[in-house]
């Protein structure tokens, strides 16, 4: 018996996305509010980076739990779960943004900056929007590569798969994409 203060090691939140996802298929909701949990931020943080529209951010992941809920039993434990989840946040994301007419001016959005005084928030404030409209104006496939690898740390082959193309193509989009970046932002970062 647990008493009250101490706490059980078998807890939900310690299980492996595997045990989740078995528990989840078999009725466990405890177990699927918990891979919710986990992968909220990553889901939201993919569809904001790719949309550069927080509204339509939210609205993804709202999209993307109920997909995934309805589609959890096409999950195969020999590939990432973090990997198919962002596969599924980015294809939603892409869709969202084909079906939407282009008003989101990812420049006016401003990050906050923690602890370096009015004038580093300020500097640091103008970077973040700089690089985010940079970011923006990357093609969407191109985007969406570089968010899942420099934002969501996956590896190329985890990119490879949750977008379901080759790996030459992750590369040559990841290569694109920096470049692009790269020439962009080079006079600016200089300063």
Same mark, same amino acid.
């Given at each position: 018996?647990?008493?009250?203060?101490?706490?059980?090691?078998?807890?939900?939140?310690?299980?492996?996305?595997?045990?989740?996802?078995?528990?989840?298929?078999?009725?466990? $909701?405890?177990?699927?509010?918990?891979?919710?949990?986990?992968?909220?931020?990553?889901?939201?943080?993919?569809?904001?980076?790719?949309?550069?529209?927080?509204?339509?951010?939210?609205?993804?992941?709202?999209? $993307?739990?109920?997909?995934?809920?309805?589609?959890?039993?096409?999950?195969?434990?020999?590939?990432?779960?973090?990997?198919?989840?962002?596969?599924?946040?980015?294809?939603?994301?892409?869709?969202?943004?084909?079906?939407?007419?282009? $008003?989101?001016?990812?420049?006016?959005?401003?990050?906050?900056?923690?602890?370096?005084?009015?004038?580093?928030?300020?500097?640091?404030?103008?970077?973040?929007?700089?690089?985010?409209?940079?970011?923006?104006?990357?093609?969407?496939?191109?985007?969406?590569?570089?968010?899942?690898?420099?934002?969501?740390?996956?590896?190329?082959?985890?990119?490879?798969?949750?977008?379901?193309?080759?790996?030459?193509?992750?590369?040559?989009?990841?290569?694109?994409?920096?470049?692009?970046?790269?020439?962009?932002?080079?006079?600016?970062?200089?300063?």
């Amino acid at each position: 018996m647990v008493e009250q203060g101490e706490h059980r090691a078998d807890q939900p939140s310690t299980w492996s996305d595997e045990e989740l996802v078995a528990r989840s298929l078999d009725g466990d $909701t405890e177990a699927f509010g918990v891979l919710i949990l986990r992968y909220r931020a990553v889901v939201t943080g993919v569809a904001y980076r790719i949309a550069g529209d927080a509204a339509l951010a939210d609205d993804v992941a709202q999209e $993307t739990f109920i997909r995934l809920w309805s589609k959890l039993a096409a999950f195969r434990p020999e590939g990432s779960l973090k990997g198919w989840v962002c596969r599924i946040a980015a294809n939603l994301t892409i869709d969202a943004l084909r079906r939407q007419k282009p $008003t989101t001016d990812i420049s006016q959005l401003a990050l906050a900056a923690g602890g370096k005084g009015p004038e580093g928030a300020v500097l640091s404030s103008e970077r973040a929007t700089q690089v985010r409209a940079a970011l923006m104006r990357l093609p969407v496939d191109s985007r969406t590569v570089l968010v899942l690898r420099e934002y969501e740390g996956l590896s190329y082959q985890e990119i490879a798969d949750a977008l379901r193309v080759p790996l030459g193509t992750v590369e040559s989009r990841l290569n694109d994409a920096r470049r692009r970046l790269k020439d962009e932002l080079c006079a600016y970062l200089e300063d």
